[in-house]
């Protein structure tokens, strides 16, 4: 067993229980707020955005886990920072997660090493949410990418590393240290 998937291990929850908070559809996507289930921790808040009824969806799709950037102050500095980019794909039949972001959207890293326990539980939370992308109807497992911007992007790297099987990664602006 590898460093990264001690540090970081596959989930095995179930994801079929997530919580449904509302449901909108626009152009050719549906779009679903949702609780996603993570054993032992709190519920990941995300979008997942799927192809509406007018989207090609024969066969199995791709499916895509936006992680987004690191900007309190931005209006987009949160899950909506893909949301028009996960329509747009929708469109052409790939469905998205776009989940919250914890950490360090809710405290400041510092560069000590409780930033530690923090990286590796938001990197448990990209997995848990990167599961449940991969348990919805009609997407193929063997066929994901990851987006990943700023500290989005940070977490989405080591994420990827723990996966081990994601055919696509696009790591934009990150950081050299997570106290940056």
């Given at each position: 067993?590898?460093?990264?998937?001690?540090?970081?291990?596959?989930?095995?929850?179930?994801?079929?229980?997530?919580?449904e908070l509302g449901e909108e559809r626009?152009?050719?996507?549906?779009?679903?707020?949702?609780l996603l289930p993570v054993a032992g921790?709190?519920?990941?808040?995300?979008?997942?955005?799927?192809?509406?009824?007018?989207?090609?969806?024969?066969?199995?799709?791709?499916?895509?886990?936006?992680?987004?950037?690191?900007?309190?102050?931005?209006?987009?500095?949160?899950?909506?920072?893909?949301?028009?980019?996960?329509?747009?794909?929708?469109?052409r039949g790939v469905s998205s997660v776009?989940?919250?972001?914890?950490?360090?959207?809710?405290?400041?890293?510092?560069?000590?090493?409780?930033?530690?326990?923090?990286?590796?539980?938001?990197?448990?939370?990209?997995?848990?949410?990167?599961?449940?992308?991969?348990?919805?109807?009609?997407?193929?497992?063997?066929?994901?990418?990851?987006?990943?911007?700023?500290?989005?992007?940070?977490?989405?790297?080591?994420?990827?590393?723990?996966?081990?099987?994601?055919?696509?990664?696009?790591?934009?602006?990150?950081?050299?240290?997570?106290?940056?």
């Amino acid at each position: 067993m590898s460093a990264t998937t001690t540090l970081f291990p596959r989930p095995t929850a179930a994801t079929a229980a997530l919580q449904e908070l509302g449901e909108e559809r626009r152009e050719s996507a549906r779009i679903r707020d949702v609780l996603l289930p993570v054993a032992g921790d709190d519920p990941v808040q995300a979008y997942l955005v799927e192809p509406g009824e007018t989207s090609p969806t024969q066969g199995d799709r791709p499916g895509v886990l936006f992680a987004h950037w690191f900007d309190t102050e931005a209006p987009n500095g949160d899950r909506t920072e893909f949301l028009e980019e996960a329509m747009l794909l929708a469109a052409r039949g790939v469905s998205s997660v776009l989940p919250q972001l914890t950490f360090p959207w809710t405290a400041d890293p510092s560069g000590a090493e409780h930033d530690r326990a923090r990286v590796i539980r938001e990197v448990g939370r990209l997995r848990h949410s990167m599961a449940a992308l991969r348990t919805l109807q009609g997407v193929d497992s063997h066929r994901s990418g990851v987006v990943g911007h700023d500290f989005g992007a940070m977490h989405a790297v080591l994420a990827v590393a723990a996966e081990g099987d994601v055919s696509a990664l696009v790591f934009v602006a990150g950081t050299p240290r997570w106290a940056d």
